[in-house]
């Protein structure tokens, strides 16, 4: 359900690889996608891709309505798919290095969730985005969460009363995606060699600390930031990095 490629520059590829059901995020791919999330922690970057036409459907519909006929309607396997996904989720916003998505096809509801969970992401001109579960009576509320967090709020409200299609270039416009690429996932593949390029330990330090400071007010988000700048600034790759600027030479990573 998950392929996965770790290349020579560091870089971990994670394809969802159910193409036959638009890979919807069934209680399996949501399980094979967290393990697959972990073990890419030692990488410099992960890409994530998906093969078929579409790059996400959200959940298995199917699947949720099977539960329905459970001795309790569901609940039980309701709460367990929403309690992993909400997890993977967190794993994305969480992973230690950048999580960059590879965007190709229709991105729906979870997966459209998936996509605004990610650092950066980088869209086909063919990709559509939409959280269209008030089409079926199920708000997005889930994917509320990563949507509202990665475009303007009128914009996610928008997305989220009415289910309309968002097209690629209004994705970057909003924010949901970095950039648009008639080939997203090479172009995906090629910014994380950039970002595997620089000190693993900066790359890190950095994205830790950017998120601890976000949800800070003012004051609290700079201590939070001056200290991860303090423990930086007394890495060996700062000292590395800074004298190479100075010598105008190119620096040389120990990753520490």
């Known amino acids: 359900m998950i392929t996965t490629e770790r290349r020579n520059d560091g870089v971990a590829l994670l394809v969802l690889d159910r193409p036959a059901a638009r890979n919807a995020l069934s209680l399996a791919m949501l399980e094979a996608l967290a393990d697959a999330l972990r073990e890419a922690e030692d990488a410099r970057c992960v890409v994530l891709a998906a093969n078929g036409p579409a790059f996400c459907a959200g959940h298995d519909l199917r699947e ?18 929403m309690a992993l996904c909400s ?7 969480q992973h230690p290095v950048p999580v960059i998505g590879a965007v ?11 996509v605004a969970s990610c650092d950066m992401a980088v869209a086909s001109p063919t990709a559509r985005f939409c959280t269209p579960g008030v089409d079926i009576g199920l708000f997005c509320s889930t994917p509320a969460v990563a949507l509202s967090r990665a475009v303007p709020r009128k914009a996610a409200m928008e997305m989220l009363l009415t289910g309309r299609m968002v097209g690629a270039e209004e994705a970057r416009a909003l924010g949901l995606v970095n950039r648009v690429a008639e080939d997203a996932r090479a172009a995906a593949l090629e910014l994380a060699a950039q970002v595997a390029a620089r000190s693993a330990l900066t790359i890190r330090m950095g994205k830790r600390g950017f998120l601890a400071q976000e949800g800070c007010a003012l004051d609290a988000a700079y201590a939070t930031a ?6 930086n600034m007394l890495a060996a790759d700062a000292a590395e990095g800074i004298g190479a600027f100075l010598e105008k030479r190119k620096p040389t990573w120990q990753d520490r």
């Open 104 to 114: 190709e096809g229709v991105a729906t509801a979870a997966g459209c969730q998936l």
């Open 64 to 81: 949720l309505t099977a539960a329905r006929g459970a001795a309790d309607g569901g609940h039980e396997f309701f709460a367990r798919t």
């Open 226 to 231: 001056s200290q991860v700048m303090v423990d």
């Open 87 to 93: 997890q993977v989720m967190r794993q994305v916003v």
